[in-house]
């Protein structure tokens, strides 16, 4: 495949994915197939990934910031943990053999779509602010843990499993507990990145279109989630993470 088709396949594809991942999270569901897909080994995969995502979180973070949908003080206690649990994570996926790695993403991304299905917004979930206590601190350090090491290892789904934690741990609003998310994906990202760009896991030549277009997906996104929430894209990534998990069971049962 030559690199102006490949291109042509992929910006696309980023750009729907950093909408999705700008609103509910997911888009990595989208993202890390999609390198696959055009030939990249998993551990390139991962390290565009982190590379496009990152990006693209960080435009997503500074609109929710600017809306005031981000706690920051929160979200960067969260980042301890998120920091160290991100850093353990790459470490151990480093260890582990390519079809370990795509056999546990194939048992991740089910779990994950069914929680996307069947979450559900909860009307105690209304807080936009946490005041800093002993029972905050603790909670948002879990938070960063769960995201931290999550984001590492796994990566597909972080941003819905951030509004998860932050929505049932601290009781936050979505579109905040999306923006705490977002801070977190962030840090994470550029801690796990430098690994995967030490080892020359980056290829850049992909990454750096791909991350353009992720970025002017998630300012679509944002501006959608701010004004309507995740409504409007529920019924999308119900068909996307449906799609992604038949197509990651579909290739490790031809690698065996």
């Known amino acids: 495949?030559?690199?102006?088709?490949?291109?042509?396949?992929?910006?696309?594809?980023?750009?729907?994915?950093?909408?999705?991942?700008?609103?509910?999270?997911?888009?990595?569901?989208?993202?890390?197939?999609?390198?696959?897909?055009?030939?990249?080994?998993?551990?390139?995969?991962?390290?565009?990934?982190?590379?496009?995502?990152?990006?693209?979180?960080?435009?997503?973070?500074?609109?929710?910031?600017?809306?005031?949908?981000?706690?920051?003080?929160?979200?960067?206690?969260?980042?301890?943990?998120?920091?160290?649990?991100?850093?353990?994570?790459?470490?151990?996926?480093?260890?582990?053999?390519?079809?370990?790695?795509?056999?546990?993403?194939?048992?991740?991304?089910?779990?994950?779509?069914?929680?996307?299905?069947?979450?559900?917004?909860?009307?105690?979930?209304?807080?936009?602010?946490?005041?800093?206590?002993?029972?905050?601190?603790?909670?948002?350090?879990?938070?960063?843990?769960i995201m931290g090491f999550y984001n590492s290892l796994f990566g597909p789904g972080i941003g819905t499993v951030a509004i998860i934690a932050f929505t049932m741990i601290m009781h936050y609003d979505a579109r905040c507990a999306s923006g705490n998310g977002k801070v977190l994906i962030v840090l994470t990202n550029a801690i796990a990145l430098v690994s995967y760009v030490k080892t020359g896991n980056v290829a850049y030549e992909i990454a750096c279109p791909a991350a353009l277009c992720a970025i002017a997906g998630n300012l679509v996104g944002v501006n959608l989630a701010i004004r309507k929430g995740e409504k409007i894209i529920k019924p999308v990534m119900l068909v996307v993470v449906i799609l992604t998990v038949i197509k990651f069971a579909w290739q490790n049962h031809l690698w065996g």
């Open 1 to 145: 495949m030559s690199y102006l088709k490949t291109l042509l396949i992929i910006c696309p594809i980023f750009f729907i994915s950093g909408i999705i991942d700008s609103i509910g999270g997911g888009g990595g569901l989208i993202a890390l197939p999609t390198y696959l897909m055009i030939g990249l080994p998993v551990r390139s995969a991962y390290g565009c990934n982190k590379l496009q995502a990152g990006l693209g979180n960080l435009v997503s973070a500074i609109k929710y910031f600017k809306n005031n949908m981000v706690d920051l003080k929160i979200a960067l206690v969260s980042a301890i943990t998120a920091m160290t649990g991100a850093w353990i994570g790459t470490k151990i996926i480093f260890l582990l053999p390519e079809e370990s790695i795509q056999k546990a993403i194939t048992v991740a991304l089910p779990v994950i779509a069914l929680i996307m299905v069947l979450r559900k917004t909860d009307a105690r979930n209304v807080i936009m602010r946490s005041e800093i206590s002993k029972k905050t601190v603790i909670q948002a350090l879990i938070v960063g843990v």
